[in-house]
């Protein structure tokens, strides 16, 4: 089969397309799926360079999400049928699983989701981990509730437009941070209520503004590197940040936060739980099949432009998601 295979780590250059990786065959327990796109998210490229905490043994195919096919079923297998419409989502790749930058891929029943027919397999494809890691921020983490308010800051990529969905559709009041006009315009169409440029020199004080001098209850950070220090004083008493990007270190005063009785909680999708996680994939597929989430695909790219599609992740100016048809 056609797969985007790694043989060593570094620049995006060495991720090569190849035609004839051995396809993948499955165990009793296995599901194989036929890939129609894969999803692209920061952790791949943060993972070929080589620097990642998670670094696989060589060769190997990137990829946590992707959806398409059912196209075989272990013996062991239940609830699964060759011909199902499916999506990935599990916290990481499964034991022995493969990666979804591929034409066929394996996966455990537990990270396997059924995709509601009004979805098409490059929204499949941007669910797994983005969709996941903002339900697991906003309700597992930070019990975000119906009537509170959160600053999505970062709200214009794959983890944001889910967080500005899910709020939205919970009944939250969401405001969402971007770094440019497109982006902050798709996250207001998205369902945020206000939205502000994470590269003006004043935004925080719209944020106080928009709250009238409150401040938010909830935070869902991408940029902790860079705002941790000013998200806390932009939370309301007893808010909480989630950390759920981060590139380097930050100072903080710890006043701001004990004056509110707030929290930093951090977070890694791969410290979910098989229970955490059926709950989270049962909020994404009821989402996707009443129409409150609609993921937004940004740019899609063919499976051999992979390397190309690492470093747009990697740059300034998101929009949605990207994703590789296969
Ligand atoms: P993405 O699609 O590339 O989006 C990146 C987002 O960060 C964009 O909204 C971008 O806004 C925003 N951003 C850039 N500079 C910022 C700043 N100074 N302040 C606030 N926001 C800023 O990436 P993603 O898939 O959404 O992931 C977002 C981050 O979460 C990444 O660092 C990723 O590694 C991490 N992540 C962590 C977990 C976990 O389990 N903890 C899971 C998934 C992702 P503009 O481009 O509009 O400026």
Redesign the pocket.
């Known amino acids: 089969m056609k797969a985007i295979v790694v043989r060593e780590f570094g620049k995006p250059d060495v991720l090569k397309l190849e035609d004839n990786a051995p396809d993948p065959t499955p165990g009793p327990g296995d599901v194989l799926v036929r890939i129609r796109a894969a999803g692209v998210?920061?952790?791949d490229a943060?993972i070929h360079s080589g620097t990642y905490v998670r670094k696989p043994p060589l060769p190997y195919t990137p990829g946590f999400d992707g959806a398409g096919e059912v196209e075989r079923v272990g013996a062991d297998v239940k609830g699964f049928a060759p011909g199902d419409r499916v999506y990935i989502g599990g916290p990481g790749k499964n034991p022995g699983g493969s990666g979804s930058y591929a034409e066929r891929a394996l996966v455990l029943p537990a990270h396997l989701h059924k995709l509601p027919s009004r979805t098409t397999f490059q929204q499949g494809a941007a669910l797994g981990?983005?969709y996941a890691?903002a339900y697991?921020?906003l309700f597992q983490r930070a019990g975000a509730r119906p009537g509170e308010t959160v600053l999505v800051?970062?709200?214009?990529?794959?983890?944001?437009?889910a967080c500005v969905e899910l709020a939205h559709a919970r009944g939250l009041r969401v405001i969402g941070?971007?770094?440019?006009d497109a982006?902050?315009a798709s996250v207001r169409e998205r369902g945020a209520d206000v939205v502000v440029n994470?590269?003006s020199p004043n935004y925080t004080d719209e944020i106080m503004r928009a709250t009238g001098g409150q401040g938010v209850n909830v935070i869902v950070?991408?940029?902790a590197h860079?705002?941790l220090d000013r998200d806390l004083g932009l939370l309301a008493k007893f808010g909480r940040v989630v950390?759920?990007?981060?590139?380097g270190r930050v100072e903080i005063d710890p006043r701001q936060a004990m004056g509110r009785d707030a929290a930093v909680l951090?977070?890694?999708?791969?410290n979910v739980n098989d229970a955490d996680l059926a709950e989270i994939h049962a909020g994404i597929t009821a989402g996707l099949a009443n129409g409150t989430l609609n993921p937004m695909i940004g740019r899609e790219l063919p499976l051999g432009d992979a390397a190309r599609a690492h470093e747009a992740?990697?740059?300034?100016?998101?929009?949605?998601?990207?994703v590789l048809a296969v």
């Open positions: 998210n920061p952790v943060y981990v983005p890691t697991r921020a800051h970062g709200a214009t990529g794959g983890v944001g437009i941070s971007g770094g440019t982006g902050l994470h590269r950070e991408m940029a860079v705002n950390v759920v990007g981060n590139r951090g977070m890694t999708l791969f992740v990697m740059e300034p100016g998101a929009l949605g998601k990207i």
